[in-house]
């Protein structure tokens, strides 16, 4: 069976700081990876994804996460937040045959 | 395309009473899913469908609540009786085995009961 941790369900930051969201996996066949984002009001947004190849995804709005196979991550990380950065974010992960695991999101604040 | 459709936006009925949602997918996908989202229990799956027919209802609450996708274009969600506790926001996602699964979700609506 597959799973998601988000290790963090809070994570305030200042604008203009980097940020680092935290996401880990459990699967014994190979998964694709996905970060979803949800605005307030809103429905979830696909960020990026990986399906194979590089390790290191760019995705929207200046975020990227890397692909660690040997510790089961897909940590997303933007280098400097915004204010409307401000949202819920969620890792998930996808079994070919289509099965979808989200985890239980990670709600980031940027504080001005 | 015009992305996932879901209707109402906003339902605000009164406990006992029946509710159907409604979600019209995107053109061309053969996955659908319906999910709740709650503040205390995140987001859930209840029911998903492939090419019209549900593959797994395990998380469906009760009884109370069917789902039915009666052609490619189409599913709805009901509930009968809601109940207080089924306030949420309830999602439709779809996708196709012909991209890389990953799932594109529709507005959600917002179930009130009261």
């Known amino acids: 069976a597959q799973s998601v941790t988000q290790l963090d369900s809070q994570v305030p930051v200042f604008e203009e700081a980097p940020v680092e969201l935290r996401c880990n996996y459990s699967?014994?066949?190979?998964?694709?990876l996905f970060w979803y984002v949800q605005y307030p009001n809103q429905g979830l947004q696909l960020l990026l994804k990986y399906l194979s190849g590089s390790t290191l995804v760019k995705g929207i709005n200046g975020f990227e996460a890397e692909f660690n196979k040997s510790q089961t991550s897909f940590h997303l990380r933007k280098p400097s937040v915004h204010i409307s950065d401000t949202a819920e974010y969620f890792c998930a992960v996808s079994v070919p045959g289509n099965q979808f695991y989200f985890g239980t999101g990670t709600s980031l604040t940027v504080i001005p | 395309d015009a992305g996932v459709i879901q209707s109402p936006r906003h339902e605000v009925t009164e406990m006992g009473q029946e509710v159907t949602l409604r979600c019209k997918p995107i053109?061309?996908?053969?996955?659908l899913f319906w999910y709740r989202q709650t503040m205390m229990r995140g987001l859930e799956l209840l029911i998903y469908?492939?090419?019209?027919?549900?593959?797994?209802d395990s998380g469906m609450p009760e009884d109370r609540f069917s789902a039915k996708m009666p052609n490619a274009s189409f599913s709805t969600l009901k509930i009968q009786p809601s109940e207080p506790r089924d306030s949420a926001v309830y999602f439709c996602?779809?996708?196709?085995?012909?991209?890389?699964?990953?799932?594109?979700f529709g507005p959600g609506t917002r179930l009130t009961v009261t």
């Open positions: 053109s061309g996908h053969d996955y």
């Open positions: 996602a779809s996708s196709s085995r012909q991209g890389t699964y990953e799932q594109y």
């Open positions: 469908f492939n090419n019209n027919v549900p593959i797994d």
């Open positions: 699967s014994s066949v190979s998964v694709y």
